[in-house]
């Protein structure tokens, strides 16, 4: 199947942090797979993506479906609940009932639907025991909606190659630019659709840091990522309170 049009719903893991163009914008996976599909659709090709960083599950879908749905496209990607899992507030029950009708509402125009089991990034954060029972919920609640509504699953969870740290950005939360080719090819993987093959090219995983250099780089990450991630949820702030999506309407790409 050639898909004429595609639109990405989501937070900063679809927006494309942290892999920049040349003038500081993301490009990230789902531009990569704009690109692959425009190849094969030809000139018509439309594309949009609404993602939107620091946004929870509930703004992802009051904001962002509803467009989504509206443009009446042949794709649809939808991720979310990444940044619910890391609240204190975060209501299992209420996300997973959500997520089910969400993904029936994006199927009820006939759309493909694309779904993703989240990449395990708990094991380079803090709160592990906490959040790591909360993103395997929130898989489980992937697949079996995937299942149920005939959507198309990512299981990035799946791939033990994202354990590299290669694959993620000095951040440890969001993906490198390889990590976002590596997803893009899952993606592509997914539907029936060839990559380049480097886009699945491992890097090689860094050499082991000697323990006081690791606990100095922690103190580095802490200082620079945690604490302002601690300021702004103690503030009622966003990492993107003042950003807007990327590509709000469907439309041609531009190289």
């Given at each position: 199947m050639r898909w004429r049009s595609f639109v990405?719903?989501?937070?900063?893991?679809?927006?494309?942090?942290?892999?920049?163009?040349?003038?500081?914008?993301?490009?990230?996976?789902?531009?990569?797979?704009?690109?692959?599909?425009?190849?094969?659709?030809?000139?018509?090709?439309?594309?949009?993506?609404?993602?939107?960083?620091?946004?929870?599950?509930?703004?992802?879908?009051?904001?962002?479906?509803p467009s989504a749905v509206a443009m009446k496209p042949?794709?649809?990607?939808?991720?979310?609940?990444?940044?619910?899992?890391?609240?204190?507030t975060f209501d299992p029950d209420t996300l997973v009932a959500r997520f089910d009708e969400v993904v029936r509402q994006l199927r009820s125009g006939g759309a493909d639907v694309l779904l993703f089991r989240f990449a395990d990034v708990m094991a380079r954060l803090p709160g592990q025991r906490l959040v790591a029972p909360r993103v395997q919920l929130l898989n489980q609640a992937v697949g079996?909606?995937?299942?149920?509504?005939?959507?198309?699953?990512?299981?990035?969870?799946?791939?033990?190659?994202?354990?590299n740290p290669m694959l993620w950005s000095t951040d440890r939360l969001h993906l490198s630019p390889a990590g976002h080719r590596r997803v893009a090819g899952q993606v592509l993987n997914a539907l029936g659709v060839g990559c380049d093959e480097e886009w699945l090219m491992v890097p090689p995983h860094p050499a082991?840091?000697?323990?006081?250099?690791?606990r100095a780089s922690d103190l580095r990450w802490a200082g620079q990522y945690l604490a302002p991630w601690v300021?702004?949820?103690?503030?009622?702030?966003?990492?993107?309170?003042?950003?807007?999506?990327?590509?709000?309407?469907?439309?041609p790409l531009v190289d």
């Amino acid at each position: 199947m050639r898909w004429r049009s595609f639109v990405a719903v989501g937070d900063s893991f679809t927006e494309g942090m942290d892999d920049a163009y040349p003038d500081g914008t993301f490009r990230g996976w789902a531009d990569l797979v704009a690109t692959r599909l425009a190849a094969d659709a030809g000139p018509d090709f439309r594309y949009a993506n609404l993602a939107i960083r620091g946004r929870l599950f509930p703004s992802v879908v009051a904001e962002q479906v509803p467009s989504a749905v509206a443009m009446k496209p042949d794709l649809i990607s939808f991720a979310a609940g990444g940044n619910d899992v890391l609240r204190r507030t975060f209501d299992p029950d209420t996300l997973v009932a959500r997520f089910d009708e969400v993904v029936r509402q994006l199927r009820s125009g006939g759309a493909d639907v694309l779904l993703f089991r989240f990449a395990d990034v708990m094991a380079r954060l803090p709160g592990q025991r906490l959040v790591a029972p909360r993103v395997q919920l929130l898989n489980q609640a992937v697949g079996e909606t995937a299942e149920r509504h005939g959507a198309i699953m990512v299981d990035l969870y799946a791939d033990d190659t994202f354990l590299n740290p290669m694959l993620w950005s000095t951040d440890r939360l969001h993906l490198s630019p390889a990590g976002h080719r590596r997803v893009a090819g899952q993606v592509l993987n997914a539907l029936g659709v060839g990559c380049d093959e480097e886009w699945l090219m491992v890097p090689p995983h860094p050499a082991p840091s000697p323990w006081l250099a690791a606990r100095a780089s922690d103190l580095r990450w802490a200082g620079q990522y945690l604490a302002p991630w601690v300021k702004r949820r103690l503030t009622g702030r966003s990492s993107g309170d003042t950003v807007t999506a990327k590509r709000p309407q469907l439309g041609p790409l531009v190289d």
